[in-house]
């Protein structure tokens, strides 16, 4: 099955500065790669997407880069808030029929220290 | 216009007892996800279902967890027997179709075993 790995696993930045968080994954069938933020105790919530016929996409202050040949992808935020603060999960899919499931990364902690 | 609902949102359960765990999808959504995250680790796929069909159960330990999604009513994870190591946060999602790659979760219910 499908192996998402993402570091760092914490990360801390200054307000202002960029925060990027790198995943990689192991099925080149995966074809759908969101982005979720999960705040202490709620549901995580999506934040940006990328689909495998697109190599990067942007929305404000995040953006998501795809390279599918090595298999990895990383999600940009500038102009870090405190409010960005949360836990950040990558996750992979192959998309469709019974791939339709998520296989997550292992998180990273976002600190903006403002 | 509802998101995925979960109820309860808090479980407590001593060792040995049932846990049921309920999931609405959202309006208009017919196929449901399942994910286990355990205190400080990532969201873990546990079951795909669609209306009366489960399609794919990969993730789901082969003893005491089980899943339905009637044709009326919400989706139910069951874990009978219940141990501590199943003291975790289950977060359901859904999607519109199972082409539908976007997925909303609930908020979750965190299972507390004791």
């Known amino acids: 099955g499908e192996n998402v790995e993402q570091h760092p696993s914490t990360l801390s930045v200054q307000e202002g500065d960029s925060a990027v968080i790198k995943c990689t994954y192991s099925?080149?069938?995966?074809?759908?790669f969101p982005w979720y933020k999960q705040e202490l105790g709620k549901r995580p919530q999506l934040i940006i997407d990328?689909?495998?016929?697109?190599g990067e996409k942007k929305d404000q202050r995040i953006a998501v880069t795809l390279n599918k040949t090595a298999k990895h992808f990383s999600l940009h935020i500038t102009e870090t808030q405190p409010e960005d603060s949360a836990v950040y999960f990558c996750?992979?899919?192959?998309?469709?029929?019974?791939?339709?499931?998520?296989?997550f990364g292992t998180g990273t902690s976002l600190t903006v220290i403002p | 216009n509802a998101g995925v609902m979960q109820n309860p949102r808090h479980l407590v359960r001593r060792r040995g007892q049932e846990a049921r765990l309920r999931c609405s999808p959202m309006?208009?959504?017919?196929?449901v996800y399942w994910y286990r995250q355990l205190p400080e680790e990532g969201l873990k796929f546990m079951v795909y279902?669609?209306?009366?069909?489960?399609?794919?159960e990969s993730g789901m330990p082969k003893e005491r967890f089980s899943a339905e999604f009637p044709k009326e009513g919400p989706s139910i994870l069951r874990i009978q027997q219940v141990v501590r190591g199943d003291s975790a946060a289950y977060f359901c999602?859904?999607?519109?179709?199972?082409?539908?790659?976007?997925?909303?979760f609930g908020p979750g219910t965190r299972l507390t075993v004791l």
């Open positions: 999602a859904s999607s519109r179709t199972g082409a539908d790659n976007e997925q909303f």
């Open positions: 099925d080149s069938a995966s074809n759908y």
């Open positions: 990328i689909r495998s016929n697109v």
């Open positions: 996750a992979a899919s192959l998309g469709g029929g019974a791939g339709n499931q998520f296989y």
């Open positions: 309006k208009g959504h017919s196929h």
């Open positions: 279902l669609q209306k009366e069909n489960i399609i794919d």
